[in-house]
């Protein structure tokens, strides 16, 4: 890789605003014909007569010819071209990408727990059983709730598993309702759910400070109306200072509170969702409880409930019996699998080590150091950038483009620049609700000098958005690839190499 990748990434670099890359060849550009990485057992061996015919292809015109060290230093670059949070600073907002302590991996690949097998009776699987039982009543304990439910396998799935409760026990009241009430701040997978579950969906919108009226609630409120999804806090980065008594207005009419708890990371320790008048909420264990996650997994989105809920939780339950564990398959009420075997162990795992490791002082520590952190970055850039709501942060902050608009540059513009820079871009565009968004989320495990470091590098994009506009406007200059087109990218992917194919399209 470059010399560019091997330097100090988390600060900020001004001079390498126009570096180039040399770019390599392509894997299909190099090599050279009869160039082998192997060697064959004898003079006259190939693979055509080592492999079987039905594994061979001869249908791909090009395909290139190449030395071991050829593949070697191809696959190394690829892999070097990664981001994680275990590289560089990693801020992507609403996604929590915090690291990720080793100890998890460790414990998540004992043998005795990665070894399992998912079909192995309960008898054989105590030890795994107590850590899932064990982990369910450490989730209550931070959560408020009284049972946990850990088969969903994301977050998304959780918000369907909830709704399916919701329906299930409204259902048997004889009293099933057609409406769920979602904020224009949720999370985009909570109308989705909704409506997958058999809801119509009704959009309440948030106050001029970003959160949302009881007396809004209360005039959208009837019969109809089986719960409000509310996420807290919300896609604003902002606490819903009204949700108890928004939970009030709502059980006055019959209806439940579901509290979409992927932003837990601001409240464990703190603040319990059922002490809030929450009847359901689903945790995003792969953000608050630190496993890697991105590109669609792994995740867990284990399910809380009030007691009135219970019987309807997904089988199977983990029951204990004396000092035995057992596996409930069967429950007159319960909506039923939602996921295979146990759920996603390994992140359970995973989950349990993070939480037994910190400790409850620990997680408390976690909240308050991911608050502190977002509130420190909004302060030191809110006099360059335009802040959503001019008040306290949660874990993240939010800003919007309408300063750096005046010389034509847009939030667009700013994350491209900020790959220059070596920082992975916040979310941007996101929450809908906010002109030109720019969503920030640094998480409680960074230091004090990332941190800072980000912020010169934010503050030196604002001066180049006065001084030098067009440099913000063709960023990325220093990628391996520069400014894509979007649009065609979306419509006309090129998804494998192709002999006639021009470099722009491959």
Known sequence: MSERRSSNLSEPSPDKKLSQVAEPKLLFESGSAGRSAVVWPSEGDGVETLLPASLLRDDIAGFPELGELEVLRHFTRLSQRNFSIESQFYPLGSCTMKYNPKINEVVARFPGFAALHPLAPAAMLQGALALLYDLEVMLAEISGMDHVSLQPSAGAQGELTGLM???????????????????DTAHGTNPASSTLCGYDVMQISSNERGVIDAAAVAKMMDEDVAAIMITNPNTLGLFETNIEAIAEVVHGRGGMVYLDGANLNALMGIAKPGH????VLHMNLHKTFSTPHG????????????????????????????????????????????????????????????????????????????????????????KDYQ????????????????????????????????????????????????S???????????????????????????????????????????????????????????????????SEES
């Open 276 to 279: 809030m008048g929450v009847d």
């Open 387 to 434: 802040i959503a709501y001019d008040q306290p942060c949660m874990h993240e902050c939010i800003f919007t483009d309408r300063i750096q608009h005046r010389s034509g540059v847009s939030t667009l513009g700013i994350a491209k620049r900020l790959l220059d820079y070596g920082y992975h871009p916040p979310t941007i565009y996101f929450p809908l609700v906010v």
């Open 295 to 382: 590109g669609g997994g792994p995740g867990a989105g284990p399910v809380a409930v009030r007691s009135h809920l219970r019987d309807y939780l997904p089988v199977p339950r983990i029951v204990k019996n004396s000092d035995r564990f057992e596996l409930l398959e069967v429950a007159a009420k319960s909506v039923g699998r939602v996921r295979s075997y146990f759920g996603n162990f390994g992140v359970l795992v995973r989950a349990y080590t993070y939480i037994v490791s910190l400790g409850g002082d620990g997680l408390e520590n976690a909240s308050r150091m991911a608050l502190l952190n977002a509130n420190y970055i909004r302060k030191k850039l809110e």
């Open 165 to 183: 409760l919701i329906r299930a026990c409204l259902a048997e009241r004889g009293d099933p309702r057609k409406k769920i009430i979602v904020p």
């Open 436 to 502: 030109g968004a720019l969503m920030i989320e640094p998480t409680e495990t960074e230091t004090p000098e990332t941190l800072d470091g980000f912020i010169a590098a934010m503050l030196a994009i604002a001066q180049e958005a006065r001084q030098d506009p067009e440099l913000v406007k063709q960023a990325p200059h220093s990628t391996p690839v520069r400014r894509l087109d979007e649009a065609r990218a979306a419509r006309k992917p090129v998804l494998r190499w192709q002999a006639n194919s021009t």
